[in-house]
């Protein structure tokens, strides 16, 4: 069992029943998976990770992680929405939004599969 897992095995369950994987968790993981780095260098690569992938999605570049999957920005243009309960009109703006496909890879570990079993 990787680190994350045993970690996020740990993890109090939601509401749904579904466990999360946190901020802290993950330093916790950097820092037990490189041994003699710091709880603070730990720390310092987990947010240089996070702002540098926030940068690249802001200036609307893929993010492709090898065996992972690739995040995206999308564009959506304005439109007209309305309100289920209400049935009135209102009007939805212009708006960017991220993407996420998974590898098959990350697909096949999630559903318990080798990638020969696809």
């Known amino acids: 069992m990787d680190d994350i897992s045993k970690i996020s095995d740990r993890d109090d369950q939601s509401q749904e029943g579904a466990r999360t994987l946190t901020r802290v968790q993950l330093r916790q993981a950097i820092y ?3 041994i003699g780095l710091s709880r ?4 310092k690569i987990l ?3 996070i ?6 999605l802001e200036r609307s570049e893929t993010v492709q992680l090898r ?3 690739n995040f995206k920005v999308r564009e959506k243009r304005a439109r007209v929405g309305r309100n289920p309960k209400t049935m009135i009109e209102a009007p939805i703006r212009a ?6 496909k998974p590898s098959s890879s990350l697909t096949a570990q999630i559903n318990g ?3 020969a079993d696809e």
């Open 32 to 34: 037990d998976g490189c």
């Open 40 to 43: 603070e260098d730990a720390e």
């Open 47 to 49: 947010e240089i990770f």
């Open 51 to 56: 702002d540098e992938l926030a940068s690249a």
């Open 67 to 69: 065996a992972f999957g």
């Open 95 to 100: 708006r960017r939004v991220v993407t996420f």
């Open 113 to 115: 599969l080798t990638q």
